[in-house]
């Protein structure tokens, strides 16, 4: 059964940064796409970052978190990472990994991981 297993998260202040892991019991270069989500109180389950694998091209999603928030992948050790640098209290959330695919330039999910949370204190 496919699973993909996030790590990395805590609690951390403003400011600080994290790295989220994503590791995958199969070769994630086989994989179209995978992405990072996440999900606060409260509110719907948004795209912050995703990885087209075949290329290795990353795009991160929405104003807030560009210029904060990288992904990137490792097949040789079938993970993705997400960095996330100046951390603020508006990033406390659940983030979860997923596998997916680019359909006509949209990131769609196939498949997530159980979630790693993220807590940043002011």
């Known amino acids: 059964q496919e699973q993909l297993v996030e790590s990395g998260g805590g609690t951390v202040q403003a400011g600080e940064s994290l790295r989220l892991s994503c590791a995958a019991n199969?070769?994630?270069?086989?994989?179209?796409?995978m992405g990072w989500y996440r999900q606060a109180p409260g509110k719907e389950r948004e795209l912050v970052a995703a990885?087209?694998?075949?290329?290795?091209?990353?795009?991160t999603y929405g104003d807030s978190v560009k210029g904060r928030f990288t992904m990137s992948g490792d097949g040789a050790k079938n993970t993705v990472y997400l960095q996330m640098n100046s951390l603020k209290p508006d990033d406390t959330a659940i983030y979860y990994c997923?596998?997916?695919?680019?359909?006509?330039?949209?990131?769609?999910?196939?498949?997530w991981g159980q979630g790693t949370q993220v807590t940043v204190s002011s």
């Open positions: 199969r070769n994630i270069r086989s994989f179209n796409a």
């Open positions: 997923s596998r997916g695919r680019y359909i006509s330039g949209k990131y769609v999910s196939d498949r």
């Open positions: 990885i087209h694998m075949p290329s290795g091209r990353t795009n």
